[in-house]
C-alpha cells in the first residue's frame, strides 16, 4: 500500500519557521516529481511548490517564492518543505502530492493538482500574528 505521510505541522509565529516533511512507504518516488499544496479553511486546495525527480528543478507558487524552500532525500523517500518568513495567510492544512509519472518534469504543469496521482493527508499549519 502506498502512503504519503505528512509531519512537521503545527502553530508558529508570524516571521518563524517551520520544515515539514513527507515521509512515502510501500513505493519509491525516487524517479517522481513531488508538490506541496494546502488548503485553508473555506478556500481550495492551492500548489506550493514543486520538484523534479532530481531535485535539480523546483517551481515555486509567487505567494511562497523566496520563503518556502522544497527539498527532498531520495536515499530517505522523503520530501521536505522548509517555510521560513510565515505570515498569518501560510495557515493552512499541507499536503504533499506525488506524480507516478517516472523520470519526467513538466514544469509549470505541476501547479495543477491533475498532475499527481499520490496525496497524503495533509499536517495542519497555524501561523499566529
Known amino acids: 500500500q502506498v502512503q504519503l505521510v505528512e509531519s512537521g505541522g503545527g502553530l508558529a509565529q508570524a516571521g518563524g519557521s517551520l520544515r515539514l516533511s513527507c515521509a512515502a512507504s510501500g513505493r519509491t518516488f525516487s524517479r517522481n516529481a513531488m508538490g506541496w499544496f494546502r488548503q485553508a479553511p473555506g478556500k481550495e486546495r492551492e500548489f506550493v511548490a514543486a520538484?523534479?525527480?532530481?531535485?535539480?528543478?523546483?517551481y515555486y507558487a509567487d505567494s511562497v517564492k523566496g520563503r518556502f524552500t522544497i527539498g527532498r532525500d531520495n536515499a530517505k523517500n522523503t520530501l521536505y518543505l522548509q517555510m521560513n518568513s510565515l505570515k498569518p495567510e501560510d495557515t493552512a492544512v499541507y499536503y504533499c502530492?506525488?506524480?507516478?509519472?517516472?523520470?519526467?518534469?513538466?514544469?509549470?504543469?505541476?501547479?495543477?493538482?491533475?498532475?499527481?496521482?499520490?496525496w497524503g493527508q495533509g499536517t495542519q499549519v497555524t501561523v499566529s500574528s
Open positions: 502530492a506525488a506524480d507516478s509519472s517516472a523520470l519526467i518534469w513538466r514544469g509549470g504543469a505541476y501547479s495543477s493538482h491533475r498532475s499527481y496521482d499520490y
Open positions: 520538484i523534479s525527480w532530481s531535485g535539480s528543478s523546483t
